[in-house]
């Protein structure tokens, strides 16, 4: 899951966030370390980011259980973030995430308990940049991620509070909204029923 190291003189464009600083109450603990198909819910996130070329570099933002996550899980190819206030909700985390990422022209937000989002959606979402601030994965109609914040909107995101993450950045005409169903299964792995529903 490596990529090779870029130039030091190389400027990244377009950054990728993984959220995964929650503490997994509602599973019974550090859900991003559960185990699908032979490996944790994490490295099923990052494999689907690292496997789309433009997205450079990579920040996982971790927090809850931090230490244990770190060491358990091949986190290879990323920047890990640790935000302490993740207590605080996931726009704490955000906050950490676009922090660490500097002035990129814009970032694709994934979660790491949604482990089949995949490499499709997060290049489509891509492929949807254009005049608007911001593109918001939809399945059905509903909204999802991955999400794409261009660089006015991440600008914004040390204003936010509360468990919304980006939520409050994401209505308006200024929003792309992309319909990807097709592509992947956004299931989010909020406990372990969710997640022997869903091993293959």
Not at 51 to 74: K, T
Not at 78 to 84: F, K, L, P, Q, T
Not at 162 to 185: I, P, S
């Amino acid at each position: 899951m490596t990529r090779p190291p870029l130039a030091a003189e190389t400027e990244p464009e377009i950054g990728g966030i993984i959220l995964a600083a929650g503490e997994g109450r509602r599973f019974g603990g550090p859900k991003q370390l559960a185990q699908l198909n032979g490996r944790p819910l994490i490295e099923h996130a990052l494999a689907a980011m690292l496997a789309v070329p433009a997205i450079d570099p990579i920040v996982i933002v971790l927090g809850a259980h931090a230490e244990r996550i770190h060491a358990e899980a091949d986190l290879r190819g990323a920047e890990i973030v640790v935000c302490e206030q993740w207590a605080d909700g996931q726009s704490a985390s955000l906050k950490a995430g676009a922090a660490a990422l500097g002035e990129v022209e814009a970032a694709v937000i994934t979660l790491a308990d949604q482990p089949f989002i995949s490499p499709e959606a997060i290049a489509g979402v891509l492929d949807q940049r254009g005049r608007h601030l911001a593109v918001r994965a939809t399945y059905d109609g509903a909204p999802g991620h991955p999400v794409l914040l261009e660089r006015r909107l991440l600008d914004h995101v040390r204003e936010l509070s509360g468990d919304t993450g980006a939520r409050d950045l994401l209505l308006g005409d200024h929003v792309r909204v992309w319909e990807c169903g097709r592509l992947c299964d956004p299931i989010d792995i909020d406990t372990p029923e969710r997640l022997e529903e869903a091993q293959s």
